[in-house]
């Protein structure tokens, strides 16, 4: 079956840096784009940042540009998230999510598979 492992997170300062990794299993790879969301507590799930099959073409929220970059890596099946000036308010669950098709998918509703999620907690 699919599956989608996420790793990385953990407790880091305001102002540092972290880089979440998310392994995927059962399925071909390249042929669907991935993404990565995140849930603070009491609030909704919101879209960060995805990528397309080929690592050509991304996407990001705006709160995050400039600050996150996203990759893949489709030899090791594994796409990342480069997380850097990290902010209290980005402590949440982050969620890696794949998405069948050639495109970039910023909705929630786009994507046919997901990870368990990683905690970042970012300290003050």
């Known amino acids: 079956q699919v599956q989608l492992v996420e790793s990385g997170g953990g407790l880091v300062q305001a102002g540092g840096s972290l880089r979440l990794s998310c392994a995927a299993s059962?399925?071909?790879?390249?042929?669907?784009?991935l993404g990565w969301f995140r849930q603070a507590p009491g609030k909704e799930r919101e879209f960060v940042a995805a990528?397309?099959?080929?690592?050509?073409?991304?996407n990001y929220a705006d709160s995050v540009k400039g600050r996150f970059t996203i990759s893949r890596d489709n030899a090791k099946r594994t796409v990342y998230l480069q997380m850097s000036s990290l902010k209290p308010e980005e402590t949440a669950v982050y969620y890696c999510a794949a998405a069948l098709g050639s495109g970039t998918y910023v909705r929630e509703s786009q994507y046919d598979y997901w990870g368990q999620g990683t905690q970042v907690t970012v300290s003050s």
């Open positions: 059962g399925l071909v790879f390249i042929r669907y784009g």
């Open positions: 990528i397309n099959w080929s690592g050509g073409s991304t």
